[in-house]
């Protein structure tokens, strides 16, 4: 069959673990000219569709290149591998998701990497809290679960000056609100499970970058380890990115009027959105983040700030069910005292102001109305 005359508009899903070669001349050049257009040889390495999306995510970043892999987190593996070896160390802020703190300080402790938290207030001060084996900086535009905002100019600027690579977790904005590398940033990193597929039907992670030397290195990281995102599941998230900019816009607004929402009712002690005008952070990420928006992810502390009052909620909300994820075009609710720091300790959670009533709200694409009322009769 010749396929030669066939111009899909949307690239097939290459569902193939090993493509052919034509010849010895043609396997050689294959492992002589990494990137050649056209020649793929192992799907574990590399293949259309994987570079479909990694090239997407690179244009909508302002990189070069980058890597797609099975997970967010396997992302924030390669990142820290590609960048750290055993001996090396990791700063990092105190206000870090929780699967975060477990890759860094239960699984790459024991190779060597060592990682320190410091409340993201104290961050900026690099000099007062590096090492002389620091090699990498992890930081989120926007915190899991209290929405803290990053400055992120200033935490690249010092990252500069220190000689210190950066690496900016975009999960919770996307390249819609952020672009981290006009910072400065070094790489990006996004659970590309959450709004770059945006449908809550894959589990994927990119890593980004501009120097070719670190894209080389996250890509045989990637390869090493067996941590490439697969063909179907890259499709998936080719498919969902298409839609990015009007989810993003969607999402943000129908957030912001939760948000305003909740801010009076009386059952919500405290709510946690940069877009309201009494978030702490709301003229930085007003200036900082693109195109007016503030993104989808909210948090609350109940009045009630108890288990019982938590799970009642959980209980009565129709449209914002329990799941412990986030970003897709149906609303959810996390308990992030039992899911994403459920690693955390008790006083690490009180530390960090996660109390037994903070509730953790993905505001989806349905219309606003909708989940005000349902929001209202779950809070009554």
Known sequence: MDLTSIHPKVTPIYQTSVFKFSSLAELEDYYTTPGRKGLYGYSRSEHPNSDELVAEVARLEGAAGGVATGAGLAGLLAAVLATCQAGDHVLCPAELYGGSVVLLSQELSRLGIETTYVPLAQLYDLAQHRKPNTKLVLAEVLSNPLLTVLDGPRLAQACREQGIKLLIDSSFTSPMLTRPLDWGADMVWHSATKYLAGHS????????????????RLRQVATNLGLMLAPLDSWLAVRGLKTLRLRMRQHSENALAVARFLAKHPAVAEVFYPGLETHPGHDLAEAQLLNGLYGGMLSLRLANDTVAAADDFVQRTKLFPLAPSLAGVASSCSYPTATSHRGLSEEQRQDLGIT???????VGIEEPAELLADLGQALD
């Open 201 to 216: 039907d894959v589990t994927a992670g990119v890593v980004v970058a501009n120097d070719p030397a670190l894209n080389k």
């Open 356 to 362: 037994p009533g903070v509730l953790r709200l993905s």
